[in-house]
């Protein structure tokens, strides 16, 4: 079969297709036929350098994929060929506190990832696509998908009338957008595109923030919520926004770190999380009852997924391209056909 390599780290020239070797299913594990991939900025940087507890190359990399089971191996009751399922980020956490043997099966890294035609998965690690959506669709959950619902309801316990800032526009804050939605909370979101923040209230944001105009952005949060402050933080920047989130929170507020899109580099004055009881939780995607539980309010509420483009296999690399300009607004995904 088909499958895209990283053979060396420094450049998306890196990223080569090539031969894979096929292989059956074993005890507790499913063959899938992959019908649709999509990136994370993981998968990004992953390509343009190496990353601790990865493999070495060759790696095949991205973590988030959908299709069609097509053989199970012995102690697989739970699936059967010809079912429509999504893997999940990490396959052996299904539920609980996350843990170093979790760490170590996570999808285009410590494993080999999802970006070919097929893929041997744990069958702990898939969770069943809805009839109203479809692979493409489906493939945006694994890690954005899940990440926003961990912060927001697994972890934030979102509440109707509370208000969430998102940053940017990527796949995590879309998804925190629409879950916030769900629950009935106001949307503030940021980015330096007009377009962008005027498809973002389009898709149901309250306020937006041009950055660009306003580069103090945490004061015009806090002019927006009255002097309060926000409930919530989708920080996707890492170090050269934490600072400005923490004045944005209000008091008791929650900051979902779970991005360094702005860099490692950088010097955080903690006193703002003590002096404001500030609630800072790091979180690196989340379980499969989480992945599960993300799918079963999507389908009930008809809310799908934001695509940005549906890129063809045969080019990957353009796709990583793409995601690498940062002009998307939700996902970059790949189809299998």
């Given at each position: 079969?088909?499958?895209w390599q990283?053979?060396?780290?420094?450049?998306?020239?890196?990223?080569?297709?090539?031969e894979?070797?096929?292989?059956?299913?074993?005890?507790?594990?499913?063959l899938?036929?992959?019908?649709?991939?999509?990136?994370?900025?993981?998968?990004?940087?992953?390509?343009?350098?190496?990353?601790?507890?990865n493999?070495?190359?060759?790696?095949?990399?991205?973590?988030?994929g959908?299709?069609?089971?097509?053989?199970?191996?012995?102690?697989?009751?739970?699936?059967?060929?010809?079912?429509?399922?999504?893997?999940?980020f990490?396959?052996?956490?299904?539920?609980?506190?996350?843990?170093r043997?979790?760490m170590?099966?996570?999808?285009?890294g410590?494993?080999?990832?999802?970006?070919r035609?097929?893929?041997?998965?744990?069958?702990?690690?898939?969770?069943?696509?809805?009839?109203?959506?479809?692979?493409e669709?489906a493939?945006t959950l694994?890690?954005?998908?899940?990440?926003?619902?961990?912060?927001?309801?697994?972890n934030?316990?979102?509440?109707a009338?509370?208000?969430?800032?998102?940053?940017?526009?990527?796949?995590?804050?879309?998804?925190?957008?629409?879950?916030?939605?769900l629950?009935g909370?106001?949307?503030?979101?940021?980015?330096?595109?007009?377009?962008?923040?005027?498809?973002?209230?389009?898709?149901?944001?309250?306020?937006?923030?041009?950055?660009?105009?306003a580069?103090?952005?945490?004061?015009t949060?806090?002019d927006?919520?009255?002097?309060?402050?926000?409930?919530?933080v989708?920080?996707?920047?890492?170090?050269?926004?934490?600072?400005?989130?923490?004045a944005?929170?209000?008091?008791?507020?929650h900051?979902?770190?779970?991005?360094?899109?702005?860099?490692?580099e950088?010097r955080?004055?903690p006193?703002?999380?003590?002096?404001k009881?500030?609630c800072?939780?790091?979180?690196?995607?989340?379980t499969?009852?989480?992945?599960?539980a993300?799918?079963?309010?999507?389908?009930?509420?008809?809310?799908?997924?934001v695509?940005?483009?549906?890129?063809?296999f045969?080019?990957?690399?353009?796709?990583?391209?793409?995601?690498e300009?940062?002009s998307?607004?939700?996902?970059?995904?790949?189809?299998?056909?």
């Open positions: 079969m088909k499958a990283i053979t060396e780290h420094g450049s998306l020239d890196g990223l080569r297709l090539a894979w070797p096929e292989t059956g299913p074993g005890h507790g594990e499913v899938v036929q992959l019908r649709a991939v999509s990136l994370n900025y993981r998968d990004l940087s992953a390509v343009r350098s190496a990353r601790p507890g493999l070495p190359p060759p790696l095949v990399p991205c973590s988030d959908a299709g069609e089971v097509i053989a199970v191996g012995p102690g697989v009751t739970q699936w059967q060929p010809g079912d429509r399922v999504a893997g999940t990490f396959q052996s956490w299904t539920s609980g506190p996350v843990s043997d979790v170590r099966r996570a999808l285009g410590p494993v080999q990832g999802v970006l035609e097929q893929a041997v998965l744990q069958a702990d690690g898939l969770t069943r696509v809805p009839a109203g959506l479809s692979f669709q493939a694994p890690c954005a998908g899940v990440t926003a619902w961990h912060a927001l309801v697994s934030g316990r979102l509440c009338g509370q208000t969430v800032l998102a940053l940017g526009t990527g796949g995590v804050s879309i998804f925190a957008l629409q879950i916030a939605k629950h909370a106001r949307v503030i979101l940021t980015s330096r595109s007009a377009e962008k923040l005027a498809r973002a209230l389009a898709l149901g944001a309250d306020e937006t923030i041009d950055t660009t105009a580069p103090d952005w945490e004061r949060v806090h927006m919520t009255g002097g309060t402050g926000v409930d919530h989708i920080e996707t920047g890492g170090a050269g926004t934490l600072e400005k989130s923490f944005a929170v209000r008091l008791g507020g900051v979902h770190l779970m991005g360094i899109l702005s860099g490692l950088g955080i004055n006193w703002p999380l003590i002096a009881s500030i800072l939780h790091g979180l690196y995607v989340g499969r009852d989480m992945q599960d993300l799918t079963t309010a999507l389908a009930a509420s008809h809310a799908h997924p695509i940005d483009r549906v890129f063809d045969d080019d990957a690399r353009d796709a990583f391209a793409h995601l300009s940062g998307h607004f939700g996902k970059v995904v790949i189809s299998l056909g």
